[in-house]
Structure formats: C-alpha cells, structure tokens
C-alpha cells in the first residue's frame, strides 16, 4: 500500500490526485491523506505530495472537461470538511468520474459518489447554519465584526455569501477554531488570512457596540414570547446549543 501525503489545503489535495494518479501503482494500492490527520501503519510506503500549481490546474482542468463543472464545485466544498478521510474520498470519487463522466453525478447507489455527497452536505449545511445565524456588531473603527467556531472550514463559502450582502461595508469574520479570518473591504473583494495569538489578542481586545444590541435582543424575545408555547427540545433542533455561544442574544 502507499499513502501520498498532502497538504491541507484544496490545492494540496489535487497535488496528491495527480501524484496518485501519476504513480500508476493502481487505485486499490493508493491512499490519500491529509497532512497531520492520519495515523502511521507498518508495511505503507508514505510518500509526500510536494504543492504545485501546475499539477492542480492540470487537475481541475481535467475535472471541468472530463466530467463537469458541478462535480468540481463538489470535490472543492468536500475539502473544506473535516472529515479525516477527506482526500481520499474525493480521489475515490474522481475514479468513477473520469470513467463515466458527468453522469457519475447521478451514481449515488456507488459508495464512493455517496460518500462525497453526504461530507458536501454536511459542509453545506453547517454554512447555510452560519449565514443565518452570525452576528455582527460594529467596532470603534467602524468596521463590521463577528465571531464563529466552525466544524468544517466554510469561511470561503461566508465570505462569497456575505460579499454579496454587504458589498458596501468592511467586514471581518473570525474562527476562533481554525484561526482564520475572512475579510472583506468594499471595492476590493475578500481573503483569506491566518491570525497569530498576538492578532488574536488584539481582535479580543476591540471595542464593540454589542452590549446595546444584546439589550435590545432581551427586551425583543421577552416581549414577543409565548409562556405556555415555550418548547425548548423543538428550539435545539432548528439552533443547536453550540452556535449560541456566538449569537447576540444568547450572551
């Protein structure tokens, strides 16, 4: 068996596709995975998956032309998981997709095809959780600021959604989990930064204007609340607990 090492990164894991593929030692005798999320095993050739952009544009290329531009948006959100076995669950995926094409998409009986839908899914819906349920508050240099902790990496898929919302204000998102921050300045587009502990500390050092907005939210719900309709199980499925945490209201 051998095992390419890959970056953690979207262009890390097609860098791994292609070296996998190059390699030519068969797809049952090949597995990917991702830097710092594997464990080592006797009798496995491990083999690292030096990052190039050639050999991911050659990849995503191929993926575009070969099979279609849906299932290259696919493999791109399933990288974004945290899902160990991420990398080699998109390779799998790409076996069958090379091999019939664009109606792979529909090959969901195929376990390598389900697998790479159900850790899209999950990408996807922990995104559209957070598009509903970030709260900005405005800091003292005007600029728009919240706070999350994601599972999976969906900063990228925020940022696309919030850049459409709000093209006209500077705004910051911070993911206390991955240390990353997207930021967005009007005119100018977003991107994508790691935080250091000193950046961390200063981001928990601003001032911001949302001890008056969590006032506002308190009176909001107890004024508009229904005593005897009050169902928390129900609440905990439409909000989980952990998204709380960095809601407004909730503090």
Not at 94 to 108: E, N, S
Not at 159 to 177: C, K, Q, V, Y
Not at 207 to 214: F, I, L, P, V
Request: net charge negative; proline share 2%; glycine share 6%.
């Amino acid at each position: 068996m051998t095992s390419y090492i890959c970056k953690d990164s979207f262009e890390g894991i097609l860098c791994g596709i292609y070296d996998a593929w190059m390699g030519k030692r068969g797809h049952s005798q090949v597995r990917l995975e991702v830097e710092g999320a594997f464990e080592w095993s006797l009798f496995t050739e491990y083999l690292s998956a030096d990052v190039s952009s050639e050999k991911a544009r050659k990849v995503m290329d191929a993926v575009r032309q070969k099979i279609c531009e849906d299932a290259f948006e696919k493999i791109y959100i399933a990288s974004l998981s945290n899902d160990l076995d991420r990398a080699d669950k998109i390779y799998r995926f790409l076996i069958y997709g090379f091999h019939y094409g664009k109606k792979v998409m529909d090959m969901l009986a195929v376990p390598a095809v389900f697998d790479l839908f159900q850790i899209c899914r999950n990408v996807s819906c922990e995104a559209h959780k957070w598009m509903e349920f970030i709260r900005f508050s405005e800091t003292g240099e005007g600029i728009l600021f919240s706070k999350i902790g994601s599972k999976n990496a969906v900063l990228p898929l925020l940022a696309s959604h919030f850049a459409d919302r709000l093209p006209g204000e500077t705004w910051m998102i911070f993911d206390e989990n991955r240390k990353q921050a997207v930021i967005f300045i009007p005119c100018k587009g977003w991107i994508l930064c790691e935080i250091d502990s000193v950046m961390e500390e200063t981001i928990r050092g601003w001032q911001t204007d949302k001890k008056g907005y969590e006032e506002l939210w308190k009176i909001f719900y107890k004024e508009i609340a229904i005593k005897e309709r009050t169902n928390p199980v129900c609440q905990r499925n439409h909000l989980p607990l952990r998204y709380r945490e960095y809601m407004t209201e909730f503090h």
